[in-house]
């Protein structure tokens, strides 16, 4: 068996684990990208970066869009499933119209997506002149340059939660519906009490998929904004970009890199927990 796993492990020690190992050595490390010179620092970039406002701020604007996008995704998803769950006909169609969004690749979906929103000549902006409504500023202003980068990604990403949501609903026991149903139970009651309950683990695993994809958020955001304006959108992944390779500073980067790494597992984990102990009382 272990010769039919080599390959597997090959590929995966060489784009896995070799730039992980790589990243967390150069990590302890003051390195500069093209110096021949390397000094060891220990943990003085972590305690750097831990100590610098611009992290905490890099850091607060990357849970807002997250949490964001991805609560909004989970819920505009989860109605998208259950549309199709209760269709009879036309859902192969809708599902691949849903679907296109996903498959275009995230730096085309940005540019586009710079031409809808870029002001005053942008589509949306001139949808919005010809109603007599003035737009705001839609990448201009911090504010709403979260929204817009919200949106973007929800769009983007949505209907993948959305099929695999709607492939969960597939695979319910209809009896429990159709018991519910008997008793009197509320189309509400038994989305509360008979769904939402039965598909809890797969909802978890979703958002956890979402969550760890979202915190790597990097093409729409450099795209769209750039960080901007100033450094109101800028998130942890632009910012370790822009240590990498403008200021050149590998180790701080790699530092970054694995701090966002433990962030991101500390909040995979600790939400897997809370899950499973508070069981089917979750919802």
């Known amino acids: 068996m272990w010769l039919f796993m080599l390959p597997s492990v090959v590929v ?36 750097g ?37 209760a269709l009879t006909s036309g859902v192969k169609l809708i599902s691949l119209l849903n679907f296109l ?18 002001g005053r000549w942008g589509l949306l902006d001139a949808t919005l002149i010809s109603m007599n409504v003035f737009p705001p500023d839609w ?3 911090p504010v709403w340059a979260k929204i817009s980068l919200i949106l ?20 319910l026991d209809t009896s429990l519906l159709e018991a519910g149903q008997i008793d009197g139970a509320t189309a509400w009651q038994r989305l509360r009490f008979i769904i939402l309950p039965t598909m809890k683990p797969l909802i978890v695993f979703v958002v956890a998929i979402r969550l760890m994809d979202a915190f790597r958020f ?39 890199g694995v701090i966002t790494l433990a962030i ?7 939400m897997i927990v809370v899950s499973q102990r508070r069981g089917r009382e979750a919802f």
């Open 12 to 47: 995966m020690l060489l784009v896995l684990f070799y730039p992980f190992a790589s990243a967390v050595y150069y990590s302890f490390f003051d390195y500069y990208l093209g110096s021949n010179e390397t000094h060891f620092v220990g943990l003085d970039n972590y305690v």
């Open 49 to 85: 970066l831990l100590s610098e406002q611009r992290f905490w701020d890099d850091l607060l604007t990357t849970l807002i869009i997250v949490i964001a996008s991805v609560s909004l995704q989970l819920l505009v998803g989860f109605a998208m499933a259950l549309a199709l769950y």
């Open 101 to 118: 969004p996903h498959v275009v690749t995230p730096v085309v979906a940005g540019i586009f997506l710079k031409w809808m929103f870029v």
């Open 139 to 141: 990448l201009g202003d």
């Open 152 to 171: 973007a990604d929800t769009w983007k990403f949505m209907p993948f939660l959305m099929l695999v949501l709607y492939a969960g609903l597939q695979s």
């Open 218 to 256: 990097f093409d729409l955001v450099y795209v769209l904004t750039n960080g901007g304006p100033g450094t109101a959108t800028e998130t942890i992944t632009l910012y370790t970009y822009q240590l990498a390779f403008r200021m050149l500073e590998i180790g701080r980067a790699s530092a970054l």
């Open 264 to 270: 991101v597992a500390g909040m995979i984990v600790t």
